[in-house]
């Protein structure tokens, strides 16, 4: 699983913003957004979708190259903090380099060994992001983790591909149904699945009508 993360993520660039992502497909969504499903990125949180207030504890799981702590450092502002957590040194340290060239001095991270274990202390967060989850991490043990580490009341979002209909080993893809199930059976509460739809159809035979989803629970 680690090595599917850094055959995906590196050799991007180091350039902020989105190093090779595109940061204006859902830029201005926020004001224009309709309540219908609108196109956004399949790799970039859509923050205009997400609350942050200012002085909140972030954790971003998977900082990949320090798009999301960058928005969230914003978010949160000065008075707040956002902790990066990654298993890669070397995405850790293009995150760095981006946080450091942006002048973030609101951030800090911590190096994952196991998705079986978050280093972040328990109701420490009070909000929790997470892009792509089951993909990288295809057990429900994490679900429980970000349980552990968020605050009571405190609010997760995970930006992920689900599907209506699927086989969830060959596709490591999540159906709505199973989404809340497992939330559900963590103890998640207030559980919402905004879905928007993907730029690219999804040619894996195991897959039918997948949509990007931003999934909103609180603990």
Not at 75 to 84: A, L, M, Q, R
């Given at each position: 699983m680690k090595f599917k993360y850094l055959r995906e993520l590196l050799g991007y660039g180091q350039n902020y913003c989105c190093n090779g992502y595109s940061c204006s497909e859902f830029a201005d969504a926020g004001e224009n957004m309709p309540d219908e499903r609108i196109s956004v990125s399949k790799y970039n949180i859509p923050f205009d979708f997400i609350e942050i207030n200012k002085g909140s504890v972030v954790v971003n799981i998977i900082s990949n190259l320090g798009y999301e702590i960058l928005k969230a450092s914003e978010?949160?502002?000065?008075?707040?903090?956002?902790?990066?957590v990654d298993f890669s040194p070397a995405m850790m340290y293009k995150a760095r380099y981006n946080v450091e060239k942006n002048g973030c001095r609101n951030v800090f991270f911590r190096e994952v060994f196991s998705s079986k274990f978050l280093p972040v202390g328990a109701n420490i967060s009070d909000i929790l992001i997470f892009n792509n989850l089951l993909t990288r991490f295809p057990n429900n043990n994490l679900l429980s983790e970000i349980y552990r580490t968020l605050k009571p009341g405190g609010?997760?979002?995970i930006y992920d591909t689900i599907s209506e209909y699927m086989n969830c080993l060959k596709a490591d893809i999540y159906s709505k149904a199973d989404y809340i199930g497992n939330l559900t059976a963590c103890g998640f509460k207030n559980i919402v699945i905004k879905e928007f739809i993907e730029n690219a159809t999804d040619s894996n035979p195991n897959v039918k009508s997948t949509n990007i989803a931003l999934i909103r629970g609180e603990k």
């Open positions: 978010k949160t502002g000065k008075n707040g903090k956002v902790i990066g609010v997760f979002y």
